[in-house]
């Protein structure tokens, strides 16, 4: 069974950093893509980031480029969301979702979730 | 970036109803669309991808029909455990981007 856990989360003041880990198991991390979600309270889903399997493809959403890394080592099954300039804005909980093989040529879809961290941004 | 308009955002039903939600892209995604379940507290839960494949696990009450710009999730007959909010996702482009949910709630 697929299980991701985010961790890293915690209150940070405005302007600092935090680097967020998503760490997987039960399956062949290296050939999945994996997302960055975020949800900031009583709100709804944002897309944040992905990095393909390999690492060598990455996006942004707007919000946070210039500002967060996504990152993977995949000799350690982790993914991580380095986080900078951070904003009140960005306080939310931070999931990462795991993507199709990439020897899948279906749809795309996020069919494995961590259970999130929360992020809080206040001074 | 493509927008995702979702409709009604807040729906009040009752155990055994039919409910349909629709989602309307601001441009054409073919069926590249996808649909989560979520529960307060939880993360989202994948039912419907590819904008009408049901995801292995998901109840078969919950069927999902469209392509180009207009989408639709219909939940054939309510359950207590489908009280959630649902929010469609559009993979088509990045950035990737997400409706603004629709929770059901009892009447």
């Known amino acids: 069974q697929a299980l991701l856990v985010e961790s890293g989360g915690g209150v940070v003041q405005p302007e600092r950093s935090l680097r967020l880990s998503c760490a997987a198991s039960?399956?062949?991390?290296?050939?999945?893509?994996i997302h960055w979600v975020r949800q900031a309270p009583g709100k709804g889903l944002e897309w944040v980031a992905v990095?393909?399997?390999?690492?060598?493809?990455?996006h942004y959403a707007d919000s946070v480029k210039g500002r967060f890394s996504i990152s993977r080592d995949n000799s350690k099954n982790t993914v991580y969301l380095q986080m900078s300039s951070l904003r009140a804005e960005d306080t939310a909980v931070y999931y990462c979702?795991?993507?199709?093989?990439?020897?899948?040529?279906?749809?795309?879809?996020?069919?494995?979730w961590g259970q999130g961290t929360l992020v809080t941004v206040s001074s | 970036d493509i927008q995702l308009t979702q409709s009604p955002s807040f729906l009040s039903a009752s155990v055994g109803d039919r409910v349909t939600i629709t989602c309307r892209a601001s441009?054409?995604?073919?069926?590249?669309l996808t649909w989560y379940q979520q529960k307060p507290g939880k993360a989202p839960k994948l039912l419907i991808y590819?904008?009408?494949t049901l995801q292995s696990g998901a109840p078969s009450r919950f069927s999902g029909s469209g392509s180009g710009t207009e989408f639709t999730l219909t939940i054939g007959s309510l359950l207590p455990d489908d009280f959630a909010s649902y929010y469609c996702?559009?993979?088509?482009?990045?950035?990737?981007?997400f409706g603004g949910g629709t929770k059901v709630e009892i009447k």
């Open positions: 039960g399956f062949s991390f290296s050939n999945h893509a």
């Open positions: 996702q559009q993979l088509d482009t990045y950035p990737l981007t």
């Open positions: 990095i393909a399997y390999d690492g060598t493809n990455i």
């Open positions: 979702a795991r993507d199709r093989p990439r020897d899948d040529y279906g749809d795309l879809r996020f069919d494995y």
């Open positions: 590819g904008a009408s």
């Open positions: 441009q054409g995604i073919s069926n590249h």
